[in-house]
């Protein structure tokens, strides 16, 4: 806040703001060992996904994806009129070779063989917590007609990202974003990385000046404080081990996460009966409870340690509640 502060005088509010984002897409370039064509920033990365499926989607241009994922790459599919074709994950939430292979196949019978245009995963998924190897994403990326979108909002939770492909995988677009990890969701910035081609054609969808001049040099001075960043990051995945180890001693079924929440199955009581009776406690976390495939499971995002001391003090006496 104290550098953009100081860093408001300069910028000409009068004058349109750089449609290219030059400086901006240099600094995020930079940051990950790529070039500035290989950037892409919209207002959000939701906004990302709306320009690449107004590039590459609409009717009879399927995507596909696997649930449960984060709900908002299909629906941005929809409110673009792109069809959405959704293949499942197994009982550990992992995408399986033979169902990436079964849901291809669906869509090139329904839509010819270059569909899928995209074909959507998260990494580490939200809300599940797990990630795609690089191997495995190389594999997929060689299973799928069109562009790979591999959403990492989480991604520097995680102990490895998909951008080391991008130089080897010119079909992969790998989409990041300031609003989780960079503490920055009010600003509204994220990217893509991807191949010079596929940059080209998200910026002929995006709206003209569509990146103010604010945003520019905020993302831009963000990137600054990658040290602090990434010590805050280290410090939450901290505190997930010490969630993650507490949760295994006690009657939930919980997944491996690599991002700052923890997804998690109560055995003994009914999931949204324990997210009420933590809220009674002063307590919130997230109810999935009702969500297609993800029967009884709650979300608890790793907070400060008095939050997360707070958590664990409560878990026990509330599992105990009524049972099922
Ligand atoms: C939070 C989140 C985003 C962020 O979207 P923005 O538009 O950048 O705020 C994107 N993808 C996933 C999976 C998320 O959880």
Request: aromatic share 8%; hydrophobic share 45%.
């Amino acid at each position: 806040v104290d550098a953009l502060g100081a860093e408001f005088r300069s910028i000409q509010l009068h004058r349109y703001p750089d449609r290219e984002a030059l400086a901006l897409r240099e600094a995020i370039a930079a940051h990950h060992g790529v070039r500035p064509d290989q950037v892409f920033c919209a207002n959000g990365s939701n906004e990302v996904i709306q320009c690449l499926l107004l590039a590459y989607g609409g009717p009879q241009r399927p995507v596909m994806v696997f649930t449960p994922t984060y709900e908002l790459h299909s629906h941005i599919a929809k409110i673009t009129g792109t069809p959405v074709i959704a293949g499942k994950r197994n009982d550990d939430f992992e995408v399986e070779p033979a169902e990436i292979a079964r849901v291809v196949d669906v869509c090139s019978s329904r839509y010819g063989r270059r569909a899928p245009v995209v074909s959507f995963l998260c990494s580490p998924n939200n809300p599940t917590g797990g990630v795609e190897t690089l191997d495995s994403l190389a594999a997929v990326a060689q299973m799928v007609p069109g562009l790979l979108l591999v959403d990492e909002a989480y991604g520097q939770f995680a102990s490895s990202s998909a951008i080391e492909l991008i130089a080897s995988q010119p079909r992969l677009v790998v989409l990041r974003t300031f609003s989780k990890t960079w503490a920055l969701a009010g600003l509204r910035l994220g990217y893509a990385i991807a191949h010079p081609r596929v940059i080209a054609s998200m910026s002929n969808v995006a709206l003209p000046y569509h990146l103010d001049a604010f945003k520019q040099a905020a993302g831009r001075l963000a990137l600054g404080f990658d040290a602090e960043m990434s010590e805050r990051v280290a410090a939450i995945v901290k505190e997930r081990e010490r969630l993650q180890r507490a949760l295994s001693s006690l009657p939930v079924q919980s997944w491996p996460s690599q991002a700052n929440f923890i997804l998690f199955r109560p055995l003994s009581a009914r999931g949204s009966e324990v997210w009420q009776a933590l809220l009674e406690r002063d307590v919130l976390i997230r109810d999935f409870s009702g969500s297609p495939g993800l029967d009884n499971c709650l979300r608890v995002t790793i907070g400060t340690p008095s939050e997360n001391d707070r958590f664990l003090a409560c878990l026990p006496e509330v599992l105990s509640g009524p049972a099922l």
